[in-house]
Protein backbone atom coordinates (compact mmCIF):
# COMPACT_ATOMS: atom_id res chain seq x y z
CA UNK A 1 0.00 0.00 0.00
CA UNK A 2 2.60 2.45 0.87
CA UNK A 3 4.44 2.00 -2.60
CA UNK A 4 1.22 2.55 -4.48
CA UNK A 5 0.85 5.72 -2.10
CA UNK A 6 4.57 6.92 -3.02
CA UNK A 7 3.85 6.36 -7.09
CA UNK A 8 0.47 8.39 -6.73
CA UNK A 9 2.01 11.25 -4.85
CA UNK A 10 5.38 11.12 -7.29
CA UNK A 11 2.51 10.88 -10.43
CA UNK A 12 0.86 13.88 -8.97
CA UNK A 13 4.54 15.86 -8.10
CA UNK A 14 5.90 14.84 -11.73
CA UNK A 15 2.22 16.26 -13.53
CA UNK A 16 2.23 19.51 -11.87
CA UNK A 17 5.65 20.11 -12.21
CA UNK A 18 5.40 19.06 -16.05
CA UNK A 19 2.12 21.59 -16.00
CA UNK A 20 4.06 24.64 -14.59
CA UNK A 21 7.07 24.23 -16.96
CA UNK A 22 4.53 24.25 -19.58
CA UNK A 23 2.53 27.19 -18.73
CA UNK A 24 6.10 29.06 -18.47
CA UNK A 25 7.20 28.00 -21.78
CA UNK A 26 4.41 27.71 -23.86
CA UNK A 27 1.53 30.08 -22.50
CA UNK A 28 0.42 33.52 -23.85
CA UNK A 29 2.80 34.85 -21.19
CA UNK A 30 5.40 32.91 -21.06
CA UNK A 31 8.91 33.14 -19.79
CA UNK A 32 9.83 34.93 -22.96
CA UNK A 33 7.76 37.45 -23.31
CA UNK A 34 8.56 38.74 -20.08
CA UNK A 35 12.36 38.83 -21.14
CA UNK A 36 10.92 41.08 -24.16
CA UNK A 37 9.62 43.12 -21.97
CA UNK A 38 12.39 44.02 -19.89
CA UNK A 39 14.08 44.82 -22.90
CA UNK A 40 11.62 46.83 -23.62
CA UNK A 41 11.60 48.88 -20.60
CA UNK A 42 15.27 49.35 -20.08
CA UNK A 43 14.91 50.67 -23.34
CA UNK A 44 12.06 52.89 -22.57
CA UNK A 45 14.11 53.91 -19.45
CA UNK A 46 16.76 55.37 -21.28
CA UNK A 47 14.58 57.31 -23.73
CA UNK A 48 13.28 58.71 -20.53
CA UNK A 49 16.33 60.16 -19.45
CA UNK A 50 17.36 61.28 -22.24
CA UNK A 51 14.09 63.42 -22.06
CA UNK A 52 14.77 64.36 -18.80
CA UNK A 53 17.98 65.89 -19.87
CA UNK A 54 16.38 67.59 -22.93
CA UNK A 55 13.77 68.98 -20.68
CA UNK A 56 16.14 70.58 -18.09
CA UNK A 57 18.37 71.81 -20.99
CA UNK A 58 15.25 73.34 -22.04
CA UNK A 59 13.98 74.78 -19.09
CA UNK A 60 17.35 76.18 -17.98
CA UNK A 61 16.96 77.93 -21.31
CA UNK A 62 13.68 79.51 -20.92
CA UNK A 63 14.59 80.64 -17.21
CA UNK A 64 17.74 82.18 -18.76
CA UNK A 65 15.89 84.06 -21.34
CA UNK A 66 13.11 85.26 -18.39
CA UNK A 67 15.22 86.71 -16.93
CA UNK A 68 17.09 88.70 -19.55
CA UNK A 69 16.54 92.40 -20.64
CA UNK A 70 15.35 91.13 -23.91
CA UNK A 71 12.63 89.79 -22.71
CA UNK A 72 11.47 92.16 -19.90
CA UNK A 73 11.68 94.61 -23.18
CA UNK A 74 9.20 92.62 -25.53
CA UNK A 75 7.04 91.79 -22.09
CA UNK A 76 6.65 95.49 -21.62
CA UNK A 77 6.12 95.85 -25.50
CA UNK A 78 3.43 93.66 -26.07
CA UNK A 79 1.41 93.28 -22.61
CA UNK A 80 1.84 97.37 -21.97
CA UNK A 81 2.04 98.57 -25.45
CA UNK A 82 4.99 100.48 -24.09
CA UNK A 83 7.28 101.78 -27.30
CA UNK A 84 10.66 103.95 -26.89
CA UNK A 85 11.21 107.63 -28.65
CA UNK A 86 12.83 105.88 -31.07
CA UNK A 87 10.34 103.55 -32.68
CA UNK A 88 6.96 104.54 -34.40
CA UNK A 89 3.82 103.36 -33.30
CA UNK A 90 1.20 102.94 -36.50
CA UNK A 91 -2.35 103.59 -35.40
CA UNK A 92 -5.01 102.92 -38.15
CA UNK A 93 -8.46 104.00 -37.45
CA UNK A 94 -10.97 101.39 -38.98
CA UNK A 95 -13.95 102.53 -41.78
CA UNK A 96 -16.13 100.19 -40.12
CA UNK A 97 -18.42 102.10 -37.54
Do not use: A, P, W
Not at 18 to 29: P, V
Not at 30 to 42: Q, R, V
Amino acid sequence: MKVIKTKLLFFIYFSLFFFLIFELLFSEKNIFKLFDNFEIIIGKEIELEEKKKEYSILESFLNDFENSEEYKKIIIKDKLFYKHKDEKILIYESSHQ
